[in-house]
Nanobody
Framework: QVQLVESGGGLVQAGGSLRLSCAASGNIVSIRFMAWYRQAPGRQREVIAGIFSDGMSDYTQSVKGRFTISRDNAKNTVYLQMNALKPEDTAVYFC???????????????WGQGTQVTVSS
């Protein structure tokens, strides 16, 4: 059974940094795409960064230049380095992966449980 487990959230002052990690485990054959989403109270979940297996990545405009997504394919892990954090970055951050798993390499889309990031002003 595939699981995504996030870590690294917490409370930080504005201007500070945090690094989130998301490790995928289970009978994984390959991971095509991994992404970070966030959901603030009262708002819809939004994608903020994504990265393909070849390293190509993209970001939503609000985090460009401040956040960096990376991945370690050998560890099935994706990271999000967040710098110059702002109070409006406060949200629950979720990891998402499109991957193949199991003996038949079935496609699937999976979510982590989320990790809270709180930025104080």
């Amino acid at each position: 059974q595939v699981q995504l487990v996030e870590s690294g959230g917490g409370l930080v002052q504005a201007g500070g940094s945090l690094r989130l990690s998301c490790a995928a485990s289970g009978n994984i054959v390959s991971i095509r795409f991994m992404a970070w989403y966030r959901q603030a109270p009262g708002r819809q979940r939004e994608v903020i960064a994504g990265i393909f297996s070849d390293g190509m990545s993209d970001y939503t405009q609000s985090v460009k230049g401040r956040f960096t997504i990376s991945r370690d394919n050998a560890k099935n892990t994706v990271y999000l380095q967040m710098n110059a954090l702002k109070p409006e970055d406060t949200a629950v951050y979720f990891c998402n992966a499109e991957l193949r798993s199991g003996p038949d390499a079935r496609n699937g889309n999976y979510w982590g449980q989320g990790t809270q990031v709180t930025v104080s002003s």
